[in-house]
Every structure is written in structure tokens, then in C-alpha cells.
């Protein structure tokens, strides 16, 4: 379903099959667009970005607060068998407040402004804080689906900005404290931070803006994927990595 030829050997069908699908629905989603199918695109598509960039500071004041227990947060190889390849170092990180659709509650209350903001975006999938440890790279890769678009919020952005940078089918881009980058994660892009600070954002994906029989599909689509060991595993993982995080935040008030 994702582009990891090399993925988990246990479940090759899964990616089989979901590699035919997805080529197909990919199809029908950038037929069905109401906006532009482009790497990167503006935030005028997407109005509700404006009110969450109001708060970013607050948002920034709650990364920071869950950064304390950084080792406590998951590398996203970890969580999710399937990102093996994309976060080969374990130096990306992601806490997730919502995934897929579904709702980590305890990471929400200890993110209790973000979560609020996130419960006001239109077709909301997922939602997490991404950090990205000095150093890091994520290498080449697309998302699960055309369906879906990425919005990446600046929230502790290296000084060194421009060596942080991400690229989108060849275009460069860099984030910014408070403003949006927003891309299509369908087509290739890569990541680094080849910067001595870690690099944090929050990363929401939405549902692409799309005609009724596109929506129809790609909904159906969204459902298939949220069942599958694809959203399964890593929702197994949360439990183990709960554990971990509420022991690094009771030995804080030791």
C-alpha cells in the first residue's frame, strides 16, 4: 500500500494487492480534484490553516512539554512496521494525537490546546507532532495515497534553517516557526536535518478537496486502509509505547 517494496515479508499480498489498487484510486482522486495535483501547494486551498497558525505558539508550548521525555516518544519505524524503510536511523519521532482516524486520548490530554484545534479541521485523518532529531534524514518515499494531502505547522524550527529542508519531486522547501508547508505526499520527497537542532512541526493530513465520485472512493479506500495491518500494527504499538511515556512523566515528579 505504501511504496515499501521491502516491507514486513510476512503480509507480501497486502502490498501487492494494495500497490494495484492504489495506482488505480490514485487515478480517479487526481480526476476528481477540486484543487491543483502539484507537489507543494498554497494554503488558499485550505482555509482552516489560517486559524490554527493563530495558536502556534501555544501548540509550540505543548511540543515543548512532550519533548521533555523525548526517549519516550516512539521513532516511527518502531511504531509502524511498514515505515521501516523511511525511518531507517530511528531519528524521526512522532506522537501521535490522532491517527488515521482514531484518537490517542491520553497523548491528547497531554496536548489538550492541540487537540481542541485539531477537532476544527474539515476532514481530518491524522495529526501528530513530528521531530526530527540533528542529523536525520528520511529518504525517498510516498505516501499511502493522492487522496490524502500534508500540512506541515513550523512549531521549533532549527536556526540553521536552510539546511532543514524538505523536497517535494525535486522542489526544495523549508519550514518556518508559525507557517504552513503544504505538500502532496504522493509524490517522491525526502527529508533532512542536517542542522545541530532538532526540528519539530505538527503534521496534518486531511482529505483531499474532490468531486462527489472521487470522495466516494477514495472514502471507501480510507476504510480499507484504517483496517488493515497497515493502521492495526501501529495502534498495537501505542499501548507499549504508553507505558513507556507515563513512566518517564511519574519519574519526572519523583
Avoid at 111 to 139: R, Y
Avoid at 228 to 238: E, H, I, L
Amino acid at each position: 500500500m505504501q511504496d515499501y517494496e521491502k516491507g514486513p515479508e510476512t503480509r507480501p499480498w497486502i502490498i501487492r494487492v494494495g500497490s494495484k489498487l492504489r495506482s488505480r484510486i490514485d487515478r480517479i482522486s487526481t480526476a476528481s480534484s477540486k484543487i491543483p495535483v502539484e507537489p507543494i501547494l498554497s494554503e488558499e486551498h485550505f482555509a482552516w490553516t489560517r486559524e490554527i497558525a493563530e495558536h502556534w505558539e501555544e501548540i509550540a508550548a505543548e511540543a515543548e512539554a512532550v519533548i521533555k521525555h523525548r526517549d519516550a516518544i516512539p521513532p516511527l519505524r518502531e511504531l509502524s512496521p511498514d515505515h521501516r524503510n523511511t525511518g531507517r536511523d530511528g531519528k524521526w519521532r512522532s506522537f501521535f494525537l490522532i491517527g488515521y482516524g482514531y484518537k490517542v486520548p491520553e497523548n491528547c490530554a497531554r496536548a489538550p490546546k492541540t487537540a481542541a484545534l485539531m477537532e476544527t479541521v474539515p476532514d481530518l485523518n491524522s495529526a501528530f507532532f513530528s521531530i526530527l532529531d540533528p542529523g536525520a534524514t528520511i529518504p525517498p518515499h510516498r505516501g499511502v495515497t493522492r487522496g490524502l494531502i500534508t500540512c506541515h505547522l513550523g512549531v521549533n524550527i532549527p536556526k540553521d534553517a536552510s539546511n532543514c529542508w524538505i523536497e517535494v519531486e525535486g522542489q526544495r522547501a523549508h519550514w518556518k516557526d508559525g507557517e504552513w508547508l503544504i505538500f502532496d505526499d504522493c509524490f517522491v520527497h525526502q527529508v533532512a536535518n542536517e542542522t545541530e537542532e532538532m526540528r519539530v512541526i505538527l503534521l496534518v493530513q486531511v482529505k483531499r478537496p474532490m468531486r462527489f465520485f472521487g470522495k466516494l472512493v477514495h472514502d471507501a479506500w480510507l476504510w480499507a486502509i484504517r483496517k488493515s495491518p497497515f493502521v492495526q500494527d501501529a495502534r498495537k504499538n501505542f499501548d507499549k509505547w504508553e507505558e513507556a511515556f507515563a513512566t518517564a512523566e511519574a519519574n519526572e515528579k519523583v
